[in-house]
């Protein structure tokens, strides 16, 4: 069968789009690598045993089977789970996943209970929404037992959630099977969602009476803030203020301020506006830029701002990071535009030892860029209301990586080096909605698909997820970023100098290329203690527990290539045992997995379950016939994306 005519249009956005959008001649890490080596080549006469030995600040090449040697001390100690894929999640020995909250579960008192015949988006408004990628938890009073969960509805499969649509042809541009009906469902199925949760006798619930209980949509008002706010290119028909926009979409990862605020980040938005500019549209190299043109969603048939033809200023509305205090339930969400318009994977942020915020994000593209924020002002913790300005004023920088292993942040600052007016930039509004044009601009270094970046607080060391690029090519390739066609993706540690976030030098190496160690050709890198279970490829999402020790959510991985579902590893990042892996959770099948969040105390890990029962390539998967029925496993249940709760039996930290 046509390749076309059974890849889900959704996933294919979740992937990326195959876009790689980036056309400018900056280096990528690969080129300025190979020029290192190119040099040190001449010396040592060989490229292979130079970049390794250079750029591999770890143990061994190789996997086996071995368990830990006598000596090394690992600082995880579950026993971890065989690699492999059925209809079911897997969690390791001693531990409980409870499902907490699925697709469609009521979440206020008089909401109905879920029916997938009978489903309307006045109900699904009132509901759990669909493909859940971030998970927060919010402590109310400081407790590990009690608080909000803040979580992100990235996207929707509508060929598992609605009888009789099928895997739409991607050649019936129309999408002919979708109704306006099913398009509102799906937007009142995007956007997130908080719910207060609650711990009692070692189980966790939801508080179905709560007064923060909240839906956000594709439609919920939101404020557009800071330095883009009610500029020319922000007004459309329905807002000539250029200061209000109708809900967030495909909100990937995300982050929690110490304030106790909820960052939620618009991803692959491209994806969801129909019709072109002109070639001589004054938005035309903005939008190519993003990727725009190619919808994977039928909202443009219905809705006209999702329709370039009759709303040509829309796009520029979204891609931001969207800040909402979840402890509020009539706040209205703010888009702060500071933060730059990218498809934003995650904001996860560190308090700098100065007491201001930096904010770490990724921009998921092939060859696109990592950034970060920092803010004007300080974090207030006395006084939570100080804080809510503090992401409209501060500096976004774009990330360099020296061929040395040092790096800098490039300030993208409206009027600094070619970020002028002859060059399109008249006002930071312009550097803000056209972030990638600036970044290339300035000399960014292209990247393989920026991810999920997490500062750890006990050691100050970044890091950042590059979860795959199978365009990078063979001139590109080297020892510390990449391989050609980057299957597997690789991680990259960044330690900011002297432990200041706000500096703009950094050092930089590769912790661990990914893949399986024990097919030479993959050139993966993890540490010999690593088990064949302990591998993993895609990194994605990620979470620092309060120990300090790293975990890694998984998106890709073809079961039917590599006999393994995503799922969670646990990674040494410090002393002997650095580089090794240990698998932790598995996904069933057609899933990615999402999360990974703890509770302060460490004894409850926040775990999402994505897209599961999806079509692996090749395999059309419908409401019919899901390649799973996970989590209910009922005749006429379609799959149900959901979040679950992990905790260790008999209690304790998750270890
Ligand atoms: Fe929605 Fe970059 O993953
Ligand atoms: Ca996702
Ligand atoms: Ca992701
Ligand atoms: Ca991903």
């Known amino acids: 069968m046509d390749e076309n005519t059974t890849r889900l249009r959704a996933s294919e956005l979740e992937d990326s789009g195959d876009a790689g ?87 206020f008192p008089d909401t109905p209970e879920f029916d997938p015949a009978s489903q309307t988006a006045e109900k699904q408004r009132r509901q759990f929404g669909y493909n859940s990628d971030f998970v927060g938890y919010i402590p109310i009073d400081g407790s590990s037992d009690h608080g909000l969960l803040v979580v992100n509805h990235e996207y929707t499969n509508e060929e598992l959630m609605f009888p009789g649509v099928g895997v739409q042809d991607a050649k019936d541009i129309n999408f002919s099977k979708m109704t306006k009906d099913l398009v509102d469902i799906e937007m009142a199925a995007h956007g997130g969602a908080v719910v207060e949760i609650r711990r009692r006798d070692g189980r966790w619930e939801v508080v179905r009476d709560s007064k923060y209980t909240r839906r956000i949509t594709a439609e ?69 830029r993003y990727g725009l043109g190619s919808p994977a969603y039928a909202w443009g048939r219905f809705h006209d701002r999702f329709d370039l033809a009759k709303e040509p200023n829309e796009p520029n509305r979204f891609g931001w990071v969207v800040e909402i205090d979840p402890f509020d339930p009539n706040f209205v969400p703010k888009k702060r535009t500071a933060l730059g318009r990218t498809k934003h994977e995650g904001a996860a ?115 950042v997820m590059l979860t795959n690029n199978t365009r990078r090519k063979e001139e590109q390739v080297d020892a510390a970023n990449p391989r ?56 994605d999402n990620c979470a620092i527990d309060s120990q300090g020790r790293l975990w890694i959510s998984t998106d890709g991985n073809n079961a039917k290539a590599t006999g393994r579902a995503d799922g969670l590893w646990a990674l040494e990042t410090e002393g002997e ?3 090794t892996s240990r698998h932790f959770f598995r996904v069933p099948v057609g ?49 149900r994306p959901s979040v679950l709760v992990v905790t260790k039996q008999g209690g304790g930290k998750i270890a």
């Open 21 to 107: 959008n980036n056309p400018t001649a900056n280096l990528t890490m690969g080129e300025i690598i190979a020029a290192r080596f190119n040099r040190r080549d001449l010396l040592r006469g060989s490229l292979a045993v130079a970049a390794i030995s250079a750029t591999l600040g770890q143990r061994a090449l190789a996997a086996n089977e071995q368990p830990a040697k006598k000596g090394l001390s690992p600082s995880f100690d579950f026993k971890e789970i065989e690699a492999g894929v059925d209809q079911t999640h897997h969690v390791a020995e001693g531990y409980d996943a409870q499902i907490l909250l699925r697709w469609g579960d009521p979440l």
């Open 220 to 288: 919920t008002p939101m404020d557009i803030t800071g330095p883009a706010a009610g500029h020319d290119r922000m007004k459309t028909a329905a807002d000539p203020s250029g200061r209000k926009v109708g809900g967030m979409i495909n909100n990937c990862a995300g982050g929690v301020t110490p304030w106790g605020t909820w960052l939620s980040c618009e991803e692959n938005f491209n994806g969801y506006f129909w019709g072109k500019v002109a070639d001589d549209h004054p938005e035309a190299k903005n939008y190519k």
């Open 349 to 463: 942020g560190i308090t700098n030892q100065d007491g201001r915020y930096v904010i770490y994000l990724g921009d998921d593209e092939r060859f696109d860029y990592v950034y970060k924020f920092v803010t004007a002002g300080k974090v207030d913790p006395q006084n939570r209301a100080a804080n809510f300005g503090l992401l409209d004023e501060g500096t976004l920088y774009v990330a360099k990586y020296n061929a040395d292993g040092s790096g800098q942040w490039l300030p993208l600052v409206q009027g600094k080096g070619p970020l002028t007016e002859a060059n399109g930039f008249k006002s930071q509004a312009d550097v803000l909605v056209e972030t990638r044009r600036a970044a290339d601009l300035v000399g960014a270094t292209k990247m393989d698909r920026p991810e999920d970046i997490e500062a750890n607080p006990q050691t100050g060391r970044v890091y």
């Open 484 to 539: 050609a066609n980057n299957a597997f993706g690789h991680i990259v540690e960044m330690v900011p100098q002297g432990g200041d976030h706000a500096a703009t030098a950094f050092a930089w190496e590769v912790l661990v290329k990914c893949g399986d160690p024990s097919v030479a050709s993959v050139g993966a890198t993890f540490s010999s203690e690593t088990t064949k279970n302990g591998w993993f490829g895609m990194p």
């Open 577 to 579: 045992m650095r580089g």
């Open 591 to 639: 899933a990615e997995m999402c999360g990974p969040f703890f509770t302060p105390n460490d004894e409850t890990l926040f775990l999402a379950v994505q897209h599961p029962g999806e079509a692996e390539e090749g395999t059309p998967a419908t409401f019919e016939t899901p390649a799973t029925r996970w989590p209910d496993f009922k005749d006429g249940m379609p799959p």
